[in-house]
């Protein structure tokens, strides 16, 4: 690492300055910052450094490559059958109807219904709109022609959540109706 001339200031937590980082490859500029001499409310920030996500080619948590940021190991997915039927409707139309759904529970979020695509009765298109969660995988999206990401399903599945593989939730734009 080497220091570079970049500073900036934060009111809360002070002056901040900059670190390169090379490894084996490009330079990665001002990828690394630290407040030396932090203000008194953020006094605990003295001594450590913090690396910027994006500006690293990988990640790494042991040998096991990270995606997204680093898991929580405190923080659960369970999925199980759903005992009812499910049905997600959008202004009044049928965009799903289900009985063999799947629940997802996650730490901290509402739980979600996962449907089978092949449940799905609406003609949903993909759209650009892809993100990576840490503790399911990576998921695609999936629009209406009046309603833009209302659905998304999981790809590239990690083990906590496989058993939605080839299911579709829907946002809460969309009404869920469970019997």
């Given at each position: 690492m080497s220091g570079t001339d970049l500073t900036t200031r934060c009111?809360?937590?002070g002056e901040a300055s900059y670190w390169d980082v090379r490894a084996d490859g490009p330079t990665a500029e001002n990828a690394v910052w630290a407040y030396p001499d932090p203000l008194t409310p953020a006094s605990w920030l003295r001594g450590y450094k913090a690396v910027s996500?994006?500006?690293m080619e990988a990640w790494y948590d042991e040998d096991?490559?990270?995606?997204?940021?680093?898991?929580?190991p405190f923080h659960r997915v369970d999925v199980r059958a759903a005992s009812g039927?499910?049905?997600?409707?959008?202004?009044?139309?049928?965009l799903a109807d289900s009985t063999p759904a799947?629940?997802?529970s996650e730490t901290g979020l509402p739980n979600r219904y996962y449907l089978p695509r092949?449940?799905?009765?609406?003609?949903?298109?993909?759209?650009?709109?892809?993100q990576v969660c840490p503790y399911k995988g990576t998921s695609s999206y999936w629009s209406t022609r009046t309603q833009t990401d209302i659905a998304w399903s999981y790809e590239e599945l990690l083990d906590d959540a496989a058993r939605v593989?080839?299911?579709?939730?829907f946002a809460d734009s969309a009404s869920v109706e469970v019997s």
């Open positions: 009111p809360f937590k996500w994006d500006a096991d490559q990270v995606f997204g940021h680093l898991r929580d039927r499910v049905r997600v409707l959008l202004d009044g139309h049928v799947k629940v997802l092949e449940d799905v009765q609406a003609g949903l298109l993909r759209s650009e709109t892809s593989a080839r299911h579709i939730s």
